[in-house]
């Protein structure tokens, strides 16, 4: 329990730097790691996820840098349960102030037997000598059971039970392949708290990704169900399709706190800096309608909504904008927008129509809105100045716009 006394603290785990990075087309050079674990330091993360550094020597080097440098995160690196990875993550964050080494290793038969080629007694044995090593050069280890959402629960409960007792001090429960129901996942993470004896000495942790759109879902049942770590990434990046979304999770915390009596400490305001910084070092765009952080996520273009939120924020809009670090929300005029934008807007602008003008001016509106995906503040002072529209201006077909498909394929249909 942290500060009031009825809240408790949910940790923030953020492996954008490693599941977010080991993703195809978003590899991040040492310097861009180390530019973002700066950004996550800001952010106010409990752990940084520096990456894995046996996979080569440029990931090793970034692991080290980010250990030398950052300062108030745990960081943490990744390890296969094999002496010479364990030995590599050690070399590469011992500097940091608080380091963890981090081993995963299978507990899903379908791994177990199809991936390892080993039986589960051997896995178990590997997995605590394994432990008991990274514990002999870390007071920080943290196990994944690998797979675990589709693992036996019993066996999933006695390696659990295994791995504590060889020394781990963290255990992450994944849902690897993100196959999980929430209701299913919260009552595999209750079970292993509620059997594994010696789970009081262990702090409960889940990853879970995201292939059928459940990650943030599950991960709320885990925590619901007593994990108090979450594994996440910023803009939700990671393998396949991807990891829980730290500002999904982060919000969802924030927004719901007097249902749910749980925070973390992380600064949401840096979080619309921090996805931005993403964004641009791995080269990949957010998606515009993407929770918490889409360019649409405070966007508002239907006259209804615009007309409720220009009476009220709280009409739409359950977060404020300021606290993702955004100026305001926007109210985007198109075609589906009403008169009260369209007025607020002109408004905005400093532009009075003279009296009997207004109707004239909001039919040119709708004209030109039915030609373009968003109409500009340009083409509303040419509206209020009464100039004509289309002859001799731009439409939808003559603005190049790498986005505007009708456009484009009108063209092509025209022009071959
Ligand atoms: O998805 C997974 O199981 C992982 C582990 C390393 C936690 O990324
Ligand atoms: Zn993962």
Redesign the pocket.
Known sequence: MTKEANVDRVFIFD?TL??GEQSPGFHLDANSKLTIARQLEKLGVDVIEAGFPISSPGDFESCRRIAHEILGATVTA?ARAVKEDIDAVWAAIKEAETPQI?I?LSVSDVHIERKLGMTRAQVLKRGAEMVAYARSLCDRVEY?P??AGRADLDYLVETVEIMIAAGATVI?I?D?TGYCLPSEFGGIVRRVIADARGSENALFSV?C?NDLGLAVANTMAAIEAGARRV?CTINGIG?RAGNTSLEEIVMLLAVRQGTLGLECGVDTKEITRTSRLVAELTGNPVQPNKAVVGANAFAHASGIHQDGVLKDRLNYEIMKPEDVGLDDSRIVLTARSGRHAFHHRLGLLGIKLADGEAEAAWQQFLKIADTKREVTDDDLRKIAAGEPYGNGHATALDVPNEHNHVADTLRHMIFG
């Open positions: 492996t490693r599941d990744l981090h995963v994944s690998e797979d992450n994944p690897t990853h990704h594994e393998e």
